[in-house]
């Protein structure tokens, strides 16, 4: 079943992948993490374990700009997709506000 999700995400990935990150779809991890913060002013707001091998972060900016990122256990970080209107939902039940 992992083997189809990956296979749906990368063909997802390279669909969604915007022109602006041609050149830096993937990066160590700081050094993508600077370049969003100082190119679209997105930081961290979330992030989740998907494996053993990998992370998942999303980046938004203020005005709603976001990117979703794998960050590999070898410090490489791969941009999945980009988008606008980034919205943070409410917090999980039981979490406090």
Known sequence: ???????????????????????????????????????????????????????LEIFASKDGNWTAVITHMNGMSCILAAGKNWEQSTPLPGEKT
């Open 1 to 55: 079943m992992q083997s189809i999700y990956k296979v749906i995400l990368t063909g997802v990935t390279l669909a969604v992948a915007p022109q602006t990150y041609a050149d830096t779809s993937c990066l160590e991890r700081l050094q993508m993490v600077e370049q969003l913060a100082t190119t679209f002013g997105e930081l961290q707001t979330a992030r989740g374990i998907q494996n053993s091998q990998a992370i």
